[in-house]
T-cell receptor, first 115, second 119 residues
Framework: AQSVTQLGSHVSVSEGALVLLRCNYS??????LFWYVQYPNQGLQLLLK??????LVKGINGFEAEFKKSETSFHLTKPSAHMSDAAEYFC?????????????FGKGTLLTVNP | EAGVTQFPSHSVIEKGQTVTLRCDPI?????LYWYRRVMGKEIKFLLH????????ESGMPNNRFLAERTGGTYSTLKVQPAELEDSGVYFC?????????????????FGPGTRLLVL
């Protein structure tokens, strides 16, 4: 079975500060990893994903994440937070191979950006 | 290109009543997924359609939940009778299918969700 742990249900940063949202996963097979963002009253939007290849993945809005197999981590970072980054962020894993790519999500991290 | 749409956006019903949620996937997407987020918990997978067939319904909580996908287009999720613990946000997602043998994770595009409150 796969699982995802997001450390910190709520992270608060100042505008312009580094954003670091932590995600650790558990998977018995090579995983596919995702970060989604949900802005208020909207659906989930894909920020970035890792399937194969380069372990440093760049996404939209200046976010990036690095797949570290030895640490079973896929932390999300952004060098400088903007007020518009305030949202809830979800890390997810799916199983590589097969034909069913259901996502297993973490509990989410609510990011607050202070002026 | 229109995104995934869900109807209604909100629903408030009493325990024991029936509610039907609808999802319209992105045109041409064969894969359709239902997920649910109960308050304070993670988003959980309910089931997966490929066209009109149920590929995986391992996440369905019990037989009070019935999902259909008529003609492989839109999908409905019916809860009958609704219980208090069914309250939450129900998300629908869709993705393309690159075909048999191409084990590639296609991006799942999510709808805005239906917020269900059972009183």
């Amino acid at each position: 079975a796969q699982s995802v742990t997001q450390l910190g249900s709520h992270v608060s940063v100042s505008e312009g500060a580094l954003v670091l949202l932590r995600c650790n996963y558990s998977s018995s097979v090579p995983p596919y990893l995702f970060w989604y963002v949900q802005y208020p009253n909207q659906g989930l939007q894909l920020l970035l994903k890792y399937t194969t290849g380069a372990t440093l993945v760049k996404g939209i809005n200046g976010f990036e994440a690095e797949f570290k197999k030895s640490e079973t981590s896929f932390h999300l970072t952004k060098p400088s937070a903007h007020m518009s980054d305030a949202a809830e962020y979800f890390c997810a894993v799916s199983r590589s191979g097969g034909s069913n790519y259901k996502l297993t999500f973490g509990k989410g991290t609510l990011l607050t950006v202070n002026p | 290109e229109a995104g995934v749409t869900q109807f209604p956006s909100h629903s408030v019903i009493e325990k024991g009543q029936t509610v039907t949620l609808r999802c319209d996937p992105i045109s041409g997407h064969d894969n359709l997924y239902w997920y649910r987020r109960v308050m304070g918990k993670e988003i959980k997978f309910l089931l997966h359609f490929v066209k009109e067939s149920k590929q995986d319904e391992s996440g369905m909580p019990n037989n009070r939940f019935l999902a259909e996908r008529t003609g492989g287009t839109y999908s409905t999720l019916k809860v009958q009778p609704a219980e208090l613990e069914d309250s939450g946000v129900y998300f629908c997602a869709s993705s393309q299918d690159r075909g048999v043998g191409l084990a590639v994770q296609e991006t799942q595009y999510f709808g805005p969700g239906t917020r269900l409150l059972v009183l």
